[in-house]
């Protein structure tokens, strides 16, 4: 069965909606779930996640909160951190993955720690048996695929095509998803514009999909209540569920 | 002719100054920098590439800037002062040196279109002005705020046929101007060269935009030496990025009896939390693609920077700088607004010479200077003060 990872912004509109919301997709159908971490300059975002990062951060949301809801939801829902590499810098990568290891989180998914950067902290991240999600971008050619995919953990993120999240653009994938193949055993799941209209076929080749600015969107609807902006989501999950297993 | 030298404070292969730099980008841009990395080992020692560089620079951009002994200033001061003519560039400001050097990269790498994140509008008109001249095509990243406050700027880029994206998000300056250059570029990955304006960003631009700088250090030291046959005691800059300060340290940094200093902004004040002072009150993390000293909150949440100067209001700084504060090879203190203004008037009135309120605070700092007397100082004049007429006038009032 293909897999479904649903990204969701922490935070917004508070921590007590992002753990209520989160427990309900783990029993939709999202078998793995991406907490986000907001950041104030979030680069490989489009302006639907950027926009919750920033109204969450003006809500107050602080590192802490993000602790506070993994305790709810991990023990429930398989679990990963999605932020950008300072916000975890700033804690201390040996105090990050000791906390996350504590709270059964299951990797971290850092945007801007490409693999060389990544290097540092490979044995940080062995040592606490939590996954640095490797990423592979359409422009990586089959050699650095190789390297990259050498010792990916949990998934591995393929792009769905050179861009920032939530965009509309279409690439074909066939070609690098049997590269990443013949070089790793490890599931791929793709990312970056998945929604309900293009699961299906953005889950073609591949092990799963990534799905993040089409629940964020509902997020953000001033005119859903909180009962209603959570219904709409787990809708969404079962429905890309569906739709990537027909 | 101007060619770089293999520097004692060269980054590793994957760009560390010591724990600074890097790259932390998305890895839809790995690619591109690695490609970047390899070109530019092809070309950094190049007779063939610096001789196209050099011709630009001598005929397009009127180097060698002259470095000027500032008579009146010196007498007051009872100092030996050379400011060095950066503002006399073509364009306005030593911003052109860099530019010229990644416009014929781009050529070389077959991409047409060119985009490029500007604070002051002085790196946007450079870049402009070099798309134009090269026949690229040109967009231009600039913070809603600073669109406001240098028009006169985005005019001059519209001007030279470049598309100006005023940047709405965060604090709508410099950093989310980059932010949205580097949206731009991730997206357009392929076929898009990015031009860096300062010694900041993912390896290998502070390394590259160093070496493109550094022959305002090369020319400095040759023109010293010719004009007083000693090395000069103080070199001073100012630093938003940190370009025009490391272009001009570069050539001074081996010799032990020259103090380079570094002026960051310090706005209304270092005491405040208005100040664009990243490596007095900034600690290090990881911002636009590198790792170096950042104005940032308990969690790592970037901070937003002032200064008068749209050049340096920026909450970082570039990661050679964060290096060098550590390892002590370049001393750093900070000029406010305040003081940065009074010299504005001050170098106008007593030399003739306007100079962008950036480059101001360089010139501020001479009157902080402990025991100048006798002294032998080079200032960096970094740019001419035409693109700060509109806000002077605002804030001055003469009879």
């Keep these: ?246 | 002719m101007y060619i770089p030298s293999p520097s004692t404070f060269d980054p590793d292969t994957n760009g560390h100054f010591g724990i600074f730099g890097g790259r932390y980008v998305p890895e839809t841009l790995m690619p591109a920098l690695l490609e970047l990395h390899d070109e530019y080992e092809k070309i950094r020692f190049s007779r063939d590439f610096w001789s196209e560089v050099d011709y630009y620079l001598k005929d397009y951009v009127g180097r060698p800037s002259p470095l000027y002994f500032a008579a009146n200033i010196s007498k007051e001061l009872k100092a030996r002062i050379y400011l060095k003519r950066e503002d006399l560039n073509h364009t306005g400001a030593h911003k052109v040196n860099n530019v010229i050097a990644q416009g014929l990269m781009a050529k070389r790498l077959g991409k047409k279109k060119i985009i490029a994140e500007t604070g002051a509008g002085q790196h946007g008109v450079a870049t402009a002005t070099i798309c134009a001249l090269l026949g690229l095509e040109c967009e231009i990243f600039m913070g809603a705020k600073d669109v406001a406050r240098q028009e006169l700027n985005v005019f001059r880029m519209k001007l030279l046929g470049a598309t100006v994206h005023a940047v709405e998000s965060g604090s709508c300056t410099l950093k989310d101007a980059m932010n949205d250059a580097i949206r731009h570029w991730v997206t357009h990955a392929r076929d898009t060269f990015y031009i860096i304006g300062t010694v900041a960003g993912p390896h290998p631009y502070p390394m590259m935009v160093r070496d493109f700088q550094a022959i305002i250090g090369w020319e400095a030291r040759a023109q010293i030496l010719e004009k007083e046959n000693r090395l000069p005691d103080t070199v001073i800059a100012c630093i938003g990025g940190g370009s025009n300060a490391i272009g001009m340290f570069q050539h001074f940094l081996d010799d032990k009896e020259v103090t380079c200093i570094g002026i960051e902004a310090g706005g209304l004040g270092v005491e405040t939390e208005q100040h664009g002072a990243s490596l007095l009150k900034g600690r290090p993390g990881v911002l636009h693609g590198q790792m170096s000293y950042l104005l940032q909150d308990p969690d790592g949440q970037i901070l937003e920077a002032h200064s008068i100067s749209a050049g340096l209001d920026y909450p970082g700084i570039g990661p050679e700088h964060a290096f060098h504060k550590e390892n002590r090879s370049v001393a750093y203190d900070n000029i406010t607004d305040s003081e940065a203004l009074d010299a504005f008037v001050w170098l106008s009135q007593k030399e003739g010479i306007i100079p962008a309120f950036e480059s101001a605070h360089a010139i501020a700092y001479l009157k902080k200077i402990d025991n100048i007397e006798g002294k032998l100082i080079i200032v960096n004049l970094s740019g001419r003060g035409d693109k700060d007429m509109i806000q002077a006038k605002e804030i001055l009032h003469f009879n």
Excluded at chain 1, 67 to 91: C, I, R
Excluded at chain 1, 114 to 135: G, H, L, M, R, T
Aim: hydrophobic residues 40%; contains cysteine; charged residues 20%.
């Design chain 1, 1 to 246: 069965m293909k897999q479904l990872v649903a990204y969701i912004t922490s935070g917004y509109p508070d921590i007590g909606f992002t753990t209520d919301l989160a427990l309900a997709l783990g029993e939709s159908g999202v078998d793995q779930l991406e907490l986000g971490v907001p950041f104030s300059d979030p680069v490989a975002d489009g302006p639907v996640i950027e926009k919750a990062n920033f109204r969450s951060l003006q809500n107050g949301f602080k590192f802490e909160d993000l602790l506070k809801v993994s305790k709810e939801v991990a023990p429930h829902v398989d679990t990963l951190w999605m932020g950008y590499f300072n916000l975890f810098y700033q804690y201390g990568m040996q105090r990050l993955l000791k906390e996350a290891a504590n709270l059964h989180v299951k990797g971290m998914i850092i945007p801007d720690l490409p693999y060389e950067e990544a290097q540092s902290y490979s044995k940080d991240f062995n040592q606490y048996n939590v996954a640095n999600i490797a990423f592979v971008a359409p422009t990586d050619s089959p050699k650095r695929i190789e390297h990259i995919v050498s010792d990916a953990k949990q998934f591995i993120y393929l792009v769905a095509y050179t861009g920032i999240t939530g965009s509309g653009k279409h690439e074909n994938l066939q070609a690098i998803l049997r590269h990443i193949k013949s070089y790793s055993h490890t599931p791929v799941y793709v990312g970056f514009g998945v929604n309900a209209n293009t699961a299906k076929e953005k889950a073609q080749g591949a092990d799963g999909v990534i799905v993040g600015s089409a629940f964020v969107t509902i997020l953000l609807d001033e005119h859903l209540s909180y009962t209603e902006k959570i219904k709409e989501c787990t809708t969404l999950a079962s429905s890309i569920k569906q739709k990537i297993n027909e």
